[in-house]
Each structure stands twice: as C-alpha cells, then as structure tokens.
C-alpha cells in the first residue's frame, strides 16, 4: 500500500497568501484526522472526519482554518489568510475502524509562513 | 478523562546498550496505548500497540513494551541501542468510551533518544 500521501511536502508563503494542503489517506479507511506538530505544543489534533463527514473540528485554531474532505481519497486543510504563527508541520493520518484505534501518518507538510 | 506523561523528555545511551522510555498514562476506560516513532523530517512510524491482548507487546525493530495496569505504565525497552533508533519516541493513549467507535488519541510531548557510538 502507498500509505497515507501529503501535498506539498514543504512549502514557504508570504502572511496573508491563502495555504492549501491535500491528504490522500490509505485506499480502505473510514477516519481521517489532520494534526499539526509544533515545537511549543506537540501534536495537536486540528480536526477529523469518519466516512468524509467532520466529526469534530475543536482542534481547528480559528475561523482562518478549513477542511474539507469531498470524498473517501481526498482531504485538503486550508489557511486563508496564513500568519507566521501558522508555521507548523501539518500531518494527516488515517485508520480503519476494526478496534486499536491504529492510525496511519503520512510524511507531512512543513509549512513556512515569513 | 485521559491523558499520558512520558517522564523523560531527553534519553542518551550509547550503542549497544539498553533502552528504556518511560511512560505512564490515565484513563477513565480500558486504554489502547501505543508507542510511535518519528525520525527527523518523517512522519510518525506505529513501532507497537498494546489493546487489552497480552500484556508484553512486541514491536518492530525490536522494541517492545509493557502494560503495567497497577503502575498505569507502558514502557518501552530495547535491549540493545542501534545507531538507527535515534528519533523522537512518542506515547500515546486512546480512550475507548462504550458505544463510541473511535477513541481519541492523546500523545505525550515526546521523548528524544540520543544514540551515542
């Protein structure tokens, strides 16, 4: 299996430039989750969604932040507009639901807002 | 409520030698708990789960750990370092509330395990 694919793998933006980052999770699984990892707050969960439907979305920092997931292979995370306070490693991940709660990252976004 | 402590933010060991990543957790139901790893610049890598089954559990790589319900610890050992494990070592416990399909996760804040020749 490919594993879960992340796009882009790094990318630098000016503040105030709108962000896009896209999730392609594991072909199969039902969950999908977004998290970003910064030095100060370690993994956070931003926000995740079961069968494509957000099913909480209390990690999302501010009105600044959106995801959508248009179907069961896809998922984007956007940021418009993005701040230097933005700047993170964003990381998606998936699971199947069979119990264990394993879930599946990808390689993740590093994100440079200047 | 559910959450996990790893106690040792930074490990150092020489290769060759033992290791042991410290972990301890709370949870208002029957955990999941799992060790992840994560080298610089990847992503997390699932090394072992633990989910009410036997209570030493094998990983990859040759790690393992160990449920310890009276200590609320899992913790992580390899009997001799590699050069290669070098990373950050994360623990991470889910809550599994009856009648609720997924568990949140919960990570502790990492621990840095520094491989010294």
């Known amino acids: 299996d490919a594993g879960v694919i992340q796009s882009p793998r790094h990318e630098v933006t000016e503040m105030g430039q709108e962000v896009t980052l896209r999730c392609k999770p594991i072909s199969g699984h039902d969950y999908l989750f977004w998290y970003r990892q910064t030095m100060m707050r370690g993994l956070e969960l931003l926000i995740y969604f079961n069968n494509n439907v957000p099913i909480d979305d209390s990690g999302m920092p501010e009105d600044r932040f959106s995801a959508k997931m248009p179907n069961a292979s896809f998922s984007t995370l956007k940021i418009q507009p993005s701040e230097p306070r933005d700047s993170a490693v964003y990381f998606c991940?998936?699971?199947?639901?069979?119990?264990?709660?394993?879930?599946?990252f990808g390689e993740g976004s590093w994100l440079t807002v200047v | 409520a559910q959450s996990v402590t790893q106690l040792d933010s930074h490990v150092s060991v020489s290769e060759g030698t033992p290791v042991l990543l410290r972990c301890n957790y709370s949870?208002?139901?029957?955990?999941?708990l799992f060790w992840y790893v994560q080298h610089p610049n990847k992503g997390l890598q699932l090394l072992l789960k633990?989910?009410?089954?036997?209570?030493l559990v094998k990983g990859i790589n040759g790690f393992e750990a160990e449920f310890k319900k009276s200590e609320t610890s899992f913790h992580l050992t390899k009997l001799s370092a590699h050069m290669s494990d070098a990373a950050e070592y994360f623990c991470?416990?889910?809550?599994?509330?009856?009648?609720?399909?997924?568990?949140?996760?919960?990570f502790g804040q990492g621990t840095i395990l520094t491989v010294h020749p």
């Open positions: 991940a998936s699971s199947l639901w069979t119990g264990g709660n394993t879930i599946y």
């Open positions: 633990y989910t009410s089954a036997a209570t």
């Open positions: 991470v416990v889910s809550d599994r509330p009856g009648g609720t399909s997924y568990g949140k996760l919960t």
């Open positions: 949870s208002s139901y029957s955990p999941s």
